[in-house]
């Protein structure tokens, strides 16, 4: 968004925030979105700002100025997302797009996040922090934020046009000191030039490719994460094969305490079934959120995931408003019939469709549950001591009482030995 789609008294405010009007084609290039009007101080507060290719580097010293030169702008922004491309292309398919990187020195990315000191989101995609020209992972301990600091989330989607291992580490290495509530590793695009109707690769060229794509960091290398405090770790589907490394790193040192895995398709995925191998013995919390379940019973059988999870020992359950619909199959809880028998607590977290009144939304949930499966289910786990039900509806309300009633109902076996919680 420019400056000339504001209103006019707000452009005449915002240029007397600042020492030059040099610096409104740069406050144009932020393309400040989510403004949020107080009428009682005049003030104009920027949530959210999109920053690309120039502001890091053509018009770097614009951007700093900006942001350092009006505190109304650095005290109000929440969230940035950084791209790579330029802000005209910025909304062109990624197909239109091949080649696509941005790197972002260490120094650079510290002096601009330090002019924001309201800041809680940070989604990057298809860029890299880098060490200093020359440098190693060590030569980027400097750059890092300082402790103290901390974000709501940071959601990471590197380049296929580098070293996707490589960009994903580096860029958590600078953030090794701040405390993240959520960290979302998603799975690069392919290349462009490989599947999208483009002339195949030279085979020494691809050769190259594959070579570069294969790089990873060292053991000893990972070992400057240690600092690293994730409370959720959240890995979509691209991103099984590609970053198992560093999730198994995390959740191995307890830099993760816990992992959330987003199937959105189909659970029996060779690519799943080897990222759980390779990470499950270290979970001790693990969140599913299951975006598709329907169907017959076994058509999504996701317990082969959990037998690697020796010592798991709470595993959460989550069902969007879209799962829990009168229009699909019942939900069959016979895919879970081995919850590992380390597990002590289950939590089922419940977003029910409220398009009309609680008690239908009530009344559809209970339709599709199949109680007497569940039951069976969770009794195989030996220690299992509590059943947390945690149900809201699709417009954020909790409807606790509401789930209490039929749960008790459904279960009274469960709440007599006092195993069912209500959040």
């Not at 070579?211 to 959240?234: F, K, W």
Request: net charge neutral; glycine share 4%.
């Amino acid at each position: 968004m420019s400056v000339s789609t504001l209103p006019q008294e707000l452009v005449d405010d915002i240029i007397d925030e600042f020492s030059s009007n040099a610096d409104l084609p740069a406050l144009a290039r932020l393309a400040l979105v989510s403004r949020a009007w107080t009428p009682r101080s005049r003030s104009h507060q920027f949530r959210h700002v999109n920053l690309y290719d120039d502001d890091f580097h053509t018009e770097q010293e614009a951007t700093y100025r900006v942001l350092e030169n009006s505190a109304a702008i650095r005290g109000s922004i929440q969230s940035i997302r950084i791209a790579s491309g330029s802000r005209g292309r910025a909304r062109a398919s990624v197909w239109s797009r091949p080649g696509c990187r941005l790197e972002i020195g260490a120094h650079t990315l510290l002096r601009l996040l330090r002019a924001m000191p309201r800041l809680k989101t940070i989604d990057m995609k298809e860029c890299a922090v880098v060490p200093p020209a020359d440098g190693d992972a060590a030569s980027m301990l400097s750059y890092c934020l300082p402790r103290g600091s901390s974000l709501k989330a940071l959601w990471y989607e590197p380049s296929f046009m580098g070293s996707p291992k490589f960009d994903a580490f580096y860029t958590l290495l600078f953030f090794r000191h701040v405390a993240i509530h959520e960290l979302c590793i998603r799975g690069c695009l392919q290349d462009p030039r490989l599947v999208h109707g483009g002339a195949e690769l030279e085979e020494k060229a691809l050769r190259e490719m594959q070579s570069r794509l294969a790089l990873q960091p060292s053991p000893e290398d990972y070992e400057l994460l240690q600092p690293c405090h994730i409370d959720v770790l959240d890995v979509e589907k691209r991103s099984y094969s590609w970053f198992s490394e560093i999730a198994e790193w995390l959740l191995a040192s307890s830099a993760a305490d816990m992992l959330s895995v987003t199937v959105s398709r189909s659970w029996d995925s060779p690519e799943l079934r080897q990222f759980f191998e390779r990470v499950g013995p270290r979970l001790t919390r693990l969140r599913l959120y299951l975006s598709v379940f329907q169907g017959s019973p076994g058509a999504h059988a996701y317990h082969p995931l959990l037998k690697p999870c020796i010592s798991l020992r709470e595993i959460v359950i989550t069902l969007p408003a879209s799962v829990i619909s009168g229009a699909i199959s019942r939900i069959y809880w016979s895919g879970l019939p081995a919850i590992p028998p380390s597990v002590d607590q289950v939590r089922l977290q419940l977003a029910l469709p409220v398009a009309g009144s609680v008690q239908t939304a009530m009344q559809t949930w209970d339709s599709v549950m199949h109680w007497t499966e569940l039951e069976d289910v969770l009794r195989k786990a030996s220690e299992l001591r509590m059943v947390v039900f945690e149900a809201f509806a699709d417009s954020g309300r909790g409807i606790h009482e509401e789930t209490r009633e039929i749960v008790q109902r459904k279960l009274p076996e469960m709440h007599r030995a006092g195993m069912l919680c209500f959040a």
